[in-house]
């Protein structure tokens, strides 16, 4: 059974930095893309963020330069970590595993059930 848990959500003034990770089981995630999406209240997910099995790694256009994601495969692990947060940062933040290299949301299949960050101003 494939399970993927985040971890390192919290409250952050603005300025400051979190780092989220996303623990993977179930798979050989040395294969898997994982991304990272984000949900804040009453707005639809939206991607924030991948990396591929070949460390290729996309960003949306409002993360560039503050967000950076790393994996271990060693650890079955991905980070993601933000810097820079600011109160429109504020949202569940999910991960999510697919197969193959440039995935849109629909592709993923697998997620986790999401961790909370709160951006203070």
């Known amino acids: 059974q494939v399970q993927l848990v985040e971890s390192g959500g919290g409250l952050v003034q603005a300025g400051g930095s979190l780092r989220l990770s996303c623990t993977a089981s179930?798979?050989?995630?040395?294969?898997?893309?994982i991304g990272w999406f984000r949900q804040a209240p009453g707005k639809e997910r939206e991607f924030v963020i991948f990396?591929?099995?070949?460390?290729?790694?996309t960003y949306a256009e409002p993360v560039k330069g503050r967000f950076t994601i790393s994996r271990d495969n060693a650890k079955n692990t991905v980070y993601l970590q933000m810097n820079s947060l600011n109160p429109e940062d504020t949202a569940v933040y999910y991960c999510?595993?697919?197969?193959?290299?440039?995935?849109?949301?629909?592709?993923?299949?697998?997620w986790g059930q999401g961790t909370q960050v709160t951006v203070s101003s």
């Open positions: 990396i591929s099995a070949i460390n290729g790694i």
């Open positions: 999510a595993a697919t197969l193959g290299p440039k995935p849109l949301q629909d592709d993923y299949n697998y």
């Open positions: 179930g798979l050989t995630f040395r294969l898997y893309t």
